[in-house]
């Protein structure tokens, strides 16, 4: 059972997850970060930022979820290691793979196939193997892993600034128009369904994401996804967002119309970064899952209309 914090402030000016780090001897500031971020502290009602300024008489109310003690056990599972070098491996992550154990996935994840086939991996206070990011469970593609403590801080350090170039293919419902964009949209947790997020006017993360369209394809439209920040499940609430939701998403698109997949259609096809030790560039490339590749190719032989020939249309 969540325990339920509620402060009130004697004065201001300070950082609202360093006065809780402070206040609240059960909470590291870094743990009151990762409950700022998923929605779970609000300040007079409002969900806020890590940074948000505290003023004197603010009322605090922080919902703290029991913390789960993880055991990661080395598990034998097939991993697909696309590159390699003595800092780090990328991985292509097949869809319905968990990265790391959480809850209701203790056993069968990324990182117990990790520690087995890695077993000097660094591993984080959250029991993570190397993890520098993450995919959702049935999002496939391309994911790296740091492989000593060094790496870990230089990939931290450029995904944190936005150096890393992430690419996704989304098959999405509708026709998007115009045929590129960006949605500028705060993300955060939604207020009534906790385990979901969604976009948050007030106190929610800054979130964008770079869309252009590569083909209409019947009463579907093929992105090419480039999110340029980080936030759980950015792809998916924004999209979703825009009313054109990933098909086979029925947390956030819809539960009927799936085209027979059995997750949704994301799939992260490329990763640009930089070698820790050399700084040299690096861009590596994911085959679209097979899954998605025949959800294409059914709706590929009635006709193909290219963004381009659409727009030429007229239509």
Do not use: C
Request: aromatic share 4%; charged share 30%; no cysteine.
């Amino acid at each position: 059972m969540e325990d339920v914090i509620r402060l009130t402030t004697r004065e201001g000016g300070q950082r609202v997850d360093k006065y809780l780090g402070q206040e609240v001897p059960s909470l590291s500031r870094s743990r009151a970060q990762q409950l700022i971020a998923e929605g779970l502290v609000t300040v007079n009602g409002a969900q806020v930022k890590p940074s948000h300024r505290l003023r004197q008489g603010d009322e605090i109310v922080a919902r703290v979820p029991p913390v789960e003690e993880v055991k990661l056990a080395p598990q034998s599972i097939p991993l697909e290691v696309v590159y390699e070098n003595e800092d780090l491996l990328v991985v292509n992550k097949p869809a319905g793979l968990v990265v790391h154990p959480g809850h209701g996935h203790q056993n069968g994840t990324l990182a117990n196939a990790l520690l087995a086939r890695y077993p000097d991996l660094p591993v984080d206070e959250h029991k993570r193997p190397g993890i520098v990011h993450r995919l959702d469970k049935d999002t496939s593609g391309l994911i790296v892993v740091a492989k000593n403590e060094d790496a870990r801080g230089d990939l931290q350090r450029q995904f944190k600034e936005g150096r890393v170039e992430k690419l996704y293919l989304a098959l999405v419902h509708g026709k998007v128009e115009p045929k590129s964009g960006m949605v500028d949209a705060p993300i955060g947790r939604d207020a009534r369904h906790r385990k979901r997020m969604a976009v948050v006017r007030s106190g929610g993360r800054d979130a964008l994401t770079e869309y252009r369209v590569l083909e209409y394809l019947s009463d579907y439209t093929l992105l090419e996804i480039r999110p340029r920040t980080g936030r759980t499940h950015q792809v998916r609430v924004h999209l979703a967002f825009i009313n054109h939701p990933v098909v086979g998403d029925t947390v956030y698109g819809y539960r009927k119309q799936r085209l027979g997949l059995k997750r949704q259609f994301l799939h992260a096809q490329r990763l640009g970064f930089q070698l820790p030790s050399s700084g040299e560039d690096v861009e590596l490339t994911s085959e679209l899952a097979q899954d998605l590749a025949e959800v294409l190719d059914s709706l590929r032989k009635p006709a193909l209309i290219t963004a381009d020939e659409w727009e030429r249309s007229g239509s």
